[in-house]
């Protein structure tokens, strides 16, 4: 006889495919989970360079606010200081916030020191009819609007960072880069794991890939980096060929059907900057960019922003300050004082104001989702904000600038001191 009798507990007739789904739900799914979270935290931790920290702000942004109509223009007509600090270490994709900034001859450091490519032919790029010859040019958001959502890491080499030695590799190679983007693979055509797909990859929505930030000469000769001519507009550098690190989803995600590469700016390798930037007798030394589309530094008044938001058609996208991409964001002026400035103060470094910031459609790109607006903002822009005669049929829209030093920091809350102001006048590339 039994030592317990179950005879009083009802009894349920239970299909075999819900008692398993049963089963999984409250045994198997737990456990699944569980794995799953530390696979997770393995990876970030496998992620994380050696003896290096992250840059970036650990708070929430300083733009958080940056709608509120506590900085429409005609609200602002205070103190002007900085706000807000932006690099973009790999042209086109998303940027770092900092709280406080190293300035270098070629604008903020680590700014667009490295950007994607595309192989292409000089027939394909200007119909020349003489002999195809492949080269590499630079990609963005103009062509390629998803690269908005390429999120971008800067690790430095810090001593006191967990596993910190001087013979690191990561220390050894200044750092590294860690890129990441939106990748989901296809799914299983049938079945019981087509269903537990989205949890199984739960982690695999994002695909991340790393590169040394700047490699040393060990680094270089291991990983056999070609040293190659990137084309940048009318500017063609030698650059640093680091392809070898991009994964082949990459390409999938942007939708290129050429070989996509990788390019690091190679110290020495600047471009000059000309035009309207103060000639080297004024500055001491020859002003140089990286790999920005023509200048050292781009500042924006954010109480201009709000103003052209204001302007914009009905059912227009908000308009974030990081549409134009700017290293600097202040607040304080009314809308549009900035473009009357020559020279400025930024804390205790002073910067030229080059020229106006003629403006493409590169704005009409979300900053977060990588959606592109059909007409806005460039249609407001281009109603109200042609005002630079040399920039043709192009609105204008922040200012370009150059350092007057080559080592200086500035820091969110710097004051900005106006020195000198006068017209401007655009020069086209």
Request: glycine content about 6%.
């Amino acid at each position: 006889m039994p030592l317990f009798q179950l005879d009083f507990l009802p009894r349920y007739q239970v299909p075999l495919p819900l008692y398993a789904l049963i089963i999984f739900t409250c045994c198997i799914a737990p456990i699944l989970a569980l794995l799953l979270l530390d696979l997770s935290s393995r990876r970030t931790r496998q992620s994380q360079p050696r003896g290096c920290r992250k840059l970036g702000l650990r708070l929430q942004s300083n733009l958080a606010d940056q709608f509120s109509t506590h900085y429409a223009s005609d609200k602002q007509d205070g103190p002007c200081t900085v706000k807000s600090l932006w690099i973009y270490p790999v042209k086109s994709c998303r940027g770092v916030e900092l709280y406080r900034g190293d300035v270098v001859a070629t604008g903020m450091k680590h700014d667009r020191i490295f950007s994607f490519a595309q192989r292409r032919t000089s027939r394909g790029l200007d119909d020349d009819p003489g002999e195809d010859v492949p080269q590499w040019t630079f990609l963005t958001q103009r062509q390629h609007p998803v690269m908005a959502r390429i999120r971008v890491e800067i690790w430095v080499p810090d001593p006191s960072s967990t596993g910190y030695s001087e013979k690191a590799a990561d220390v050894t190679n200044g750092g590294a880069l860690i890129i990441t983007f939106p990748h989901i693979s296809a799914p299983p055509n049938k079945g019981l794991l087509s269903r537990l797909t989205p949890l199984l990859r739960a982690t695999d929505t994002e695909m991340t890939f790393r590169v040394p930030l700047n490699p040393d000469q060990i680094t270089t000769a291991q990983q056999a980096y070609p040293i190659e001519r990137l084309t940048i507009w009318k500017d063609s550098p030698e650059a640093l060929n680091m392809s070898r690190h991009v994964p082949p989803e990459f390409r999938d995600f942007i939708g290129v059907k050429t070989d996509l590469g990788l390019f690091r700016l190679l110290p020495g390798k600047e471009r000059d900057v000309f035009r309207c930037a103060p000639r080297k007798e004024t500055m001491g030394w020859q002003p140089i960019t990286g790999f920005a589309d023509a200048y050292p530094l781009h500042i924006l008044n954010l109480a201009s922003v709000r103003d052209l938001e204001a302007k914009l058609s009905p059912n227009s996208p908000r308009l974030s300050a990081l549409r134009f991409r700017p290293n600097i964001i202040v607040t304080g002026p009314p809308a549009y004082a900035e473009d009357a400035w020559k020279k400025i103060v930024i804390g205790h470094h002073e910067f030229f104001v080059a020229c106006r910031t003629a403006r493409c459609r590169l704005p009409n790109t979300d900053p977060e989702t990588g959606e592109k607006h059909a007409v806005e903002p460039d249609k407001t822009l281009k109603r109200f904000r042609r005002i630079d005669e040399g920039a043709g049929e192009h609105a204008c829209l922040g200012m370009q600038m150059v350092p007057a030093t080559q080592h200086g920091t500035i820091k969110v809350g710097d004051v900005v001191d106006v020195l000198e102001t006068g017209d401007h006048f655009y020069i086209r590339q």
